[in-house]
């Protein structure tokens, strides 16, 4: 019994040297643990304000825009950029200011604006947004085929629709209507979400079947099919296509 109690006291005694021992540390890990609460609470109410402060700059520049008033509208991209250069903001104001170099017929600027942003945002959606105007952008700058090169470049994930659709267009600036009627079917089957102009894609596939099957050389012997009569054409999964007769597929989209 004394052997247990001696052993108990022991115990208790190495207990109290342990918490005079370690008291400090425990104390200063408190501390340290409360300083990062106190930074972590900083730091979400510094980021948050420069959030704030990033997006009213950010409407402010989408208004001048909207007035017409660029040269105040670039200023402010170029502050946003600036200050608040990892901030969404700086990356959705290159977009913006991309379409208004479009829209003036600047498509080099334009360029410029979104292969920064298809390069560098944090944001992979964005990336690739920008990515997809770029290649409506090389289009209209006449380079379907680096058009393709840039939308092959990424996955495009849960815009292949839209995707699918620029690549249509980039093959029918090639001259290839089989490539292109196949990528707007493509796009049509797989856009179940609506970000596609589905009325237009219906158009330039009953125009382009006409033209495809038109161009095709006559079974046994026969002459090619005329503009009067054009065989329909099914599209993959699909009921028949009614042709077009004698429309040629004249795609009308704006980079």
């Known amino acids: 019994m004394d052997d247990y109690l001696l052993s108990e006291r022991e115990q208790w005694e190495a207990l109290k040297r342990g918490v005079r021992n370690y008291a ?20 979400q109410a510094h980021r948050n304000g420069t959030d704030l402060a990033a997006g009213s700059m950010f409407i402010r520049m989408e208004n001048a825009f909207a007035q017409g008033n660029s ?44 292969r920064q942003v298809m390069l560098h945002s944090d944001d992979s959606i964005l990336r690739l947004i920008a990515r997809l105007r770029l290649a409506r952008v090389q289009i209209a700058q006449h380079q379907p085929s680096t058009a393709l090169a840039t939308l092959n470049g990424a996955e495009a994930g849960a815009m292949a629709p839209q995707y699918a659709a620029v690549r249509g267009d980039a093959y029918y600036a090639m001259g290839d209507k089989s490539a292109a009627l196949a990528q707007y079917r493509l796009a049509k089957e797989t856009d179940t979400g609506g970000q596609t102009d589905t009325g237009l894609l219906d158009l330039e596939i009953s125009a382009l079947a006409a033209d495809v099957a038109a161009a095709r050389p006559a079974v046994h012997g026969g002459a090619a099919p005329g503009a009067g009569a054009v065989p329909a054409q099914s599209p993959p999964g699909g009921s028949p296509t009614p042709a077009a007769a004698g429309k040629s597929a004249t795609p009308a989209k704006q980079p």
């Open 71 to 114: 040269t105040e509208a670039f200023i402010l991209l170029g502050d946003l950029e600036r200050q608040y250069p990892s901030s969404p903001y700086a990356d959705q104001a290159r977009l913006a200011s991309a379409r208004a170099f479009v829209q003036n017929g600047q498509l080099g600027k334009a360029a410029g604006e979104l």
């Open 24 to 43: 400090p540390a425990v104390v200063v890990g408190v501390a340290a643990a409360a300083l990062g609460l106190g930074g972590y609470r900083w730091w």
